[in-house]
Nanobody, 122 residues
Framework: QVQLVESGGDSVQAGGSLRLSCTASGITRYNLHCMAWFRQAPGKDREKVAHITPGGSSFYVDSVKGRFTISRDNAKNTLYLQMDSLEPEDTAMYYC???????????????WGQGTQVTVSS
């Protein structure tokens, strides 16, 4: 049974930094999975923040480019999201997700974590 467990969410002031982690267990061939961070704020649709391919290529939504960095440690089955220069608009529940081989499969994946809350105050 695949489990994704996020951690690292917290309440911070604008301009601060946080590092989110997502550790996968029960997953076969983690290194062949596209891994991603999504977020959802109250009353808003879920949006993909960033993804990283099995080959290490990354994608970022425009609103976080230059501020967030996604990375992965395949030896530890762990995904990270370094978030710097946080803004109140970044306040949301952050979820990690996994999809085998192709990032295009993320929207249909059943592999989701339970989420970790990030709150940024002005």
């Amino acid at each position: 049974q695949v489990q994704l467990v996020e951690s690292g969410g917290d309440s911070v002031q604008a301009g601060g930094s946080l590092r989110l982690s997502c550790t996968a267990s029960g997953i076969t061939r983690y290194n062949l999975h596209c891994m991603a961070w999504f977020r959802q704020a109250p009353g808003k649709d879920r949006e993909k923040v960033a993804h990283i391919t099995p080959g290490g290529s990354s994608f970022y939504v425009d609103s976080v480019k230059g501020r967030f960095t996604i990375s992965r440690d395949n030896a530890k089955n762990t995904l990270y999201l370094q978030m710097d220069s946080l803004e109140p608009e970044d306040t949301a529940m952050y979820y990690c997700a996994a999809a085998y081989l192709y990032c295009s499969n993320l929207e249909r994946t059943v592999y989701w974590g339970q989420g970790t809350q990030v709150t940024v105050s002005s």
